[in-house]
């Protein structure tokens, strides 16, 4: 069984701080996915990693894959209360319409 | 918005009711999936279909029934539930085999099932 193990569990910082959370599993994946799910929302896709070692921005979001596709971190500068959310992070190791593996979960409150 | 619609967006029902829940895509994907969603628990797939066709049932109590008409639309179907049967249900669409998708999912806003 493929775990996704996400660090930290929940995060309670004030705006414009930056902060980082972890994506770990002892499996390879051919892509990692991160999504952002709001209260009474589902899940967005914020991002897709693909080649190990990758880094992606979007906009105060960076998003990087391990050299060895086994693990990814998200990065947050300036955090603002926008922000808050459940960050998922999602890895597939099949590449294929198959099954994705979710990660625990990283609990997000921003604070003015 | 994101092209994934579900109704009801909340239920709540006996242990000895019968409901379903409905999704409906409209981004022309052509696998579809539901998920379990539970406090303290990580998102749970529960079904898997891919042109039409179940590829995926994640060791589901039969007291869920899914039930996929088209590419478009899938159901779930729910009878004689268990209180620990509530959660928030999600629906999601993705691109399928065509080889080209890194298998991103389209997620709908959700039910929210309460079993008394």
């Known amino acids: 069984t493929q775990l996704l193990e996400q660090s930290p569990q929940f995060l309670s910082i004030q705006e414009g701080e930056n902060l980082t959370v972890y994506c770990n599993s002892s499996?390879?994946?051919?892509?990692l996915q991160w999504y952002r799910q709001e209260p009474g929302e589902g899940p967005v896709l914020l991002v897709t990693?693909?080649?190990?070692?990758e880094v992606k921005k979007l906009k105060r979001l960076t998003f990087q894959f391990g050299d060895a596709r086994k693990d990814s971190s998200l990065h947050i500068t300036a955090a603002q209360t926008g922000d808050t959310g459940l960050y998922l992070c999602a890895g597939d190791s099949t590449g294929t319409a198959s099954k994705l593996t979710f990660g625990t979960g990283t609990r997000l409150q921003v604070t003015l | 918005e994101t092209g994934v619609t579900q109704t009801p967006r909340h239920l709540v029902m006996g242990m000895t009711n019968k409901k379903s829940l409905k999704c409906e895509q409209h981004l022309g994907h052509n696998a579809m999936y539901w998920y379990k969603q539970s406090a303290k628990k990580p998102l749970e797939l529960m079904f898997v279909?891919?042109?039409?066709?179940?590829?995926e049932n994640n060791s589901v109590p039969s007291r869920f029934s899914p039930e996929c008409p088209n590419s478009s639309h899938l159901f779930l179907h729910l009878h004689t539930l268990q209180p620990e049967d509530s959660a928030l249900y999600l629906c999601?669409?993705?691109?399928?085999?065509?080889?080209?998708?890194?298998?991103?999912?389209?997620f709908g806003p959700g039910t929210r099932l309460t079993v008394l």
């Open positions: 999601a669409s993705s691109q399928g085999n065509s080889g080209s998708s890194y298998n991103e999912q389209f």
């Open positions: 279909y891919n042109f039409k066709e179940q590829t």
């Open positions: 990693v693909v080649t190990g070692g």
């Open positions: 499996s390879v994946f051919s892509s």
